[in-house]
Each structure stands twice: as structure tokens, then as C-alpha cells.
């Protein structure tokens, strides 16, 4: 589930307490962390409502000015059933510290090179990861789609890609583009 940077800004404040969503089916749980650029936010509840019942407290409380704001959002999906979602800020996105790190042991080193190893074994695309930390390093804040035209990729292939990196804390996402992390430099030097 992804957000705008303004909802997300109103959801660290607390003025965002809701959010809104069609789906075919849902794509978050009760309970849920998710990692966001604020940081984690929380899935506090999730209930399948009828359009009919949307207010328009429900649509500033999911930071909408009005009813029909939100109304032409969910309407620019065509299938599935509307979700309201009750979110709040729950914490630090505990990548930002790991990111950070510039120094690790010899098993450290072996634990992220396995895992980015995991994830080209089971890519269709076969070996991708350092490909693309090294495309990242060579075009700091250049657009998912640029990129994804240097290395003859989708837009979308990529950025699903290099959120599987940011997971592993070696990239930084940015508007626009991406940057390698401390983590992600140091990795790349002794790789």
C-alpha cells in the first residue's frame, strides 16, 4: 500500500487518520507495520464500506478537501470494492538505521551478498542486483524511468526492484530518483 508525501506528512502529524482504497481484495492487515518514507505507519483497522456511506469527515480525515476529492481518486480504479483503513504513525523506519552503517564484519558482508544472491536466483530476469546498485551509483536522483531505459527494464520491474534493495538498506529513494546508502557505497567497494 503506498501513500503520497502529503498524506504521509499528515499521518506522522495526525491530522491523516484514514485512508481509502479499491481493491479486489485487500492488500494490508489489521495490525500491519509498513515501511514508508515517514517512517512505519499502522494498520489499525480495515473495513469494506459502500461508496454511499463515505462522508465528507471521512474524506478530510483521509486529507481530501472535500467528498468528492476523494470520490475521483477511488473512481480512477475501475474494479474492486472501496476499503476504509484507520492508520496512524507508529515509528522510525528502523532501515534508516541500518543504511547508515558504513562498517560491517566479514559475515555482515557474506549475510548481504547472500541475500541479494537469493533475490537474483529467483528473478526471471536472472542476475539484476548489483546491475543496478551500480546504475544507482553512476545516476544519483535520475528517474525510475530513465534508469529503467539504461538497462532495457520496465519502469515499474525497476522500482519493485529497488524497493527490495532499499529493504535490505543499501538505496535511498528520492523525488526524484535514487541514491546508493552508506551501506549500499560501503558494500559496493568491497564487492
Known amino acids: 500500500m503506498l501513500f503520497k508525501q502529503i498524506h504521509l506528512k499528515g499521518i506522522k502529524e495526525g491530522t491523516i487518520t484514514l485512508a481509502f482504497r479499491k481493491w479486489k481484495k485487500p492488500t494490508v492487515k489489521k495490525g500491519s507495520l509498513l515501511k514508508t518514507a515517514i517512517g512505519q505507519v499502522e494498520i489499525e483497522d480495515i473495513a469494506e464500506v459502500k461508496v454511499t456511506q463515505l462522508t465528507k469527515s471521512d474524506a478530510v480525515k483521509a486529507g481530501f478537501q472535500n467528498r468528492e476529492e476523494l470520490l475521483e481518486q477511488l473512481n480512477s480504479v475501475?474494479?474492486?470494492?472501496?476499503?476504509?483503513?484507520?492508520?496512524?504513525?507508529?515509528?522510525?523506519?528502523?532501515?534508516?538505521?541500518?543504511?547508515?552503517?558504513?562498517?560491517f564484519t566479514q559475515a555482515e558482508f557474506e549475510e548481504i551478498k547472500n541475500k541479494l544472491e537469493r533475490l537474483d536466483a529467483y528473478s526471471k530476469q536472472g542476475s539484476w542486483t548489483?546491475?543496478?546498485?551500480?546504475?544507482?551509483?553512476?545516476n544519483p536522483e535520475v528517474k525510475a524511468a530513465t534508469l529503467a531505459l539504461k538497462i532495457g527494464q520496465e519502469k515499474e520491474w525497476l522500482k519493485i526492484n529497488i524497493r527490495k534493495l532499499k529493504?535490505?538498506?543499501?538505496?535511498?529513494?528520492?523525488?526524484?530518483?535514487?541514491?546508493l546508502s552508506p551501506l549500499g557505497e560501503a558494500f559496493l567497494k568491497l564487492f
Open 167 to 179: 529493504n535490505l538498506g543499501l538505496t535511498i529513494s528520492h523525488d526524484p530518483g535514487y541514491t
Open 130 to 138: 548489483i546491475e543496478v546498485l551500480k546504475l544507482i551509483r553512476d
Open 78 to 103: 475501475e474494479e474492486g470494492n472501496v476499503y476504509k483503513i484507520k492508520v496512524r504513525y507508529h515509528s522510525e523506519d528502523p532501515r534508516i538505521k541500518l543504511r547508515q552503517q558504513t562498517k
